[in-house]
């Protein structure tokens, strides 16, 4: 249970610090983890929250179960052990707001500091926190039940090499591709003149997201240097919300690069549609694909389905939220498996 606290605590300041706009780095993630650590140990020692805790709980048997559910709550002194989560969670609401105004000057939310915001934060991680604790207690009835029934046991074994197939499978596709993912500065002579940048989203502010930013600039940059004739531009551009497709051509004009070089494409609405798009719509066989490099081989395995012949260029420009970076990676590569059954 103090390791469980203790990834709470972390998650909970992981989350915090990567909430710093385009400066998710160590640095801040730290200045969210370490004072909240220090904060929930402080808390923990005082009430004595893990005190009584045995070093094994033994074999449990299912008649056994509701005793030891019963007996495993108590243990874990609910009353206590959310008045000091309740603690470190505000205080680091606080902490927040002080390290983001008063360290690195952040205009975000939490600037403002409200009690609107400090509701709304604590009351996240309640959520957080329950259904953490209930998992966790929940993984160690199972390793508890598991020493007593070898079908449990064969069942996690199961569980774990399918697991570790799954992996293997996300390993070799990605193996596989890395051949064809270039940056700006080693992409070959005899690559494809047009480039397909794909459309990334849109705030509700209007504004492009940096992501969206970063692929735009990046085709613009192989246009200056002449590696590329033409680029198309391919997202969603169904309603006013989702107008990618205009703000990508807008900035690339911005930029310099003239309307005969640019190709739009309002209807790819999501990789597959783009890359169909570029093939069968504008009649394309070489492209150069520009997305992020989390994106790249779902791109590069996508249009070989649709017999594209590409290579993929990163156009990963800066440091992006780690938290947001995490997911696209994760996200992407769990699908890469199933894209690869379903082509």
């Known amino acids: 249970m103090i390791i469980g606290d203790f990834l709470v605590i972390v998650m909970m300041g992981f989350y915090a ?3 710093i706009w385009e400066s998710g780095t160590v640095q801040h993630i730290l200045g969210m983890i370490v004072p909240s650590l220090i904060v929930w140990g402080v808390m923990a020692v005082i009430f004595k929250i893990y005190a009584g805790l045995p070093e094994s709980i033994g074999s449990v048997h299912w008649k056994e179960l509701s005793p030891f559910i019963d007996k495993l709550i108590k243990l874990q002194k609910p009353g206590s052990t959310f008045f000091v989560w309740a ?3 505000v205080f680091q609401t606080f902490w927040i707001s ?5 360290i690195i000057h952040s205009q975000s939310y939490f600037y403002r500091f409200s009690i609107g915001t400090a509701v709304w934060y604590v009351s996240s991680y309640a959520i957080f926190f329950i259904f953490w604790r209930a998992l966790w207690t929940f993984f160690n009835i199972l390793i508890a039940l598991a020493r007593s029934y070898k079908w449990l046991r064969i069942t996690g074994l199961v569980l774990q090499c399918l697991i570790l197939l799954y992996a293997v499978v996300i ?3 990605n193996v596989h591709y890395q051949a064809r993912k270039y940056k700006i500065d080693t992409l070959p002579a005899d690559a494809p003149r047009t480039a397909l940048v794909f459309g990334a989203g849109i705030y509700y ?3 492009p997201s940096a992501v969206l930013v970063d692929r735009v600039n990046t085709a613009i940059e192989l246009y200056e240097r002449g590696l590329i004739d033409e680029m198309i531009m391919s997202g969603d551009n ?3 919300s989702r107008n990618e497709v205009d703000h990508m051509v807008r900035m690339a004009m911005e930029a310099g690069v003239p309307a005969s070089a640019i190709i739009r494409d309002d209807y790819g609405i999501h990789t597959a549609e783009s890359l169909y798009n570029a093939k069968n719509v504008f009649g394309k066989d070489e492209v150069i694909y520009v997305s992020q490099d989390f994106h790249n081989v779902r791109i ?3 249009g070989d389905r649709y017999g594209l012949n590409g290579v993929a260029v990163a156009a990963d420009r800066r440091i992006y939220n780690i938290c947001s970076w995490m997911t696209w990676y994760i996200l992407d590569w769990l699908r890469l498996p199933l894209y690869w059954v379903h082509y």
């Open 17 to 19: 610090g990567v909430g």
């Open 87 to 89: 603690v470190t969670c």
């Open 98 to 102: 002080f390290y983001w105004r008063g």
């Open 171 to 173: 390993v070799v596709i």
């Open 205 to 207: 502010n209007g504004q």
């Open 238 to 240: 169904s309603d006013r």
């Open 300 to 302: 590069l395995m996508t």
